[in-house]
């Protein structure tokens, strides 16, 4: 079994900033994309952004240049700096995984989601 824990997450003004972390356990020989999406209430959930095992990037459009998603592959960790929050990015967020393990890729799997409300 695979679990992803999300932390980090809570209440900010807007301008703020917070970090969340997201730590992926259990039955792992290696990670290969790993991203964060979030929902607000009434939206579908969408993505934010993501990053490759070799460290490619990909960010939503109206987060560039405010987030910035990194990993620790040592610690099968995935972070989101979120700076210059705005009223809009309030949602819960959600980190995801593809795990490779007997040769394979298993997943996206998803954490439980983390609360993000900012503001105004």
């Known amino acids: 079994q695979v679990l992803l824990v999300e932390s980090g997450g809570g209440l900010v003004q807007a301008g703020g900033s917070l970090r969340l972390s997201c730590a992926a356990s259990g039955s792992i020989f290696s990670i290969n994309d790993m991203g964060w999406y979030r929902q607000a209430p009434g939206k579908q959930r969408e993505l934010v952004a993501s990053i490759t095992s070799g460290g490619n990037l990909n960010y939503q459009d109206s987060v560039k240049g405010r987030f910035t998603i990194s990993r620790d592959n040592a610690k099968n960790t995935v972070y989101l700096q979120m700076n210059s929050l705005k009223p809009e990015d309030t949602a819960v967020y959600y980190c995801?995984?593809?795990?490779?393990?007997?040769?394979?890729?298993?997943?996206?799997?998803w954490g439980r989601g983390t609360q993000v409300t900012v503001s105004s």
């Open positions: 995801s995984a593809d795990i490779i393990r007997y040769g394979r890729t298993f997943g996206p799997y």
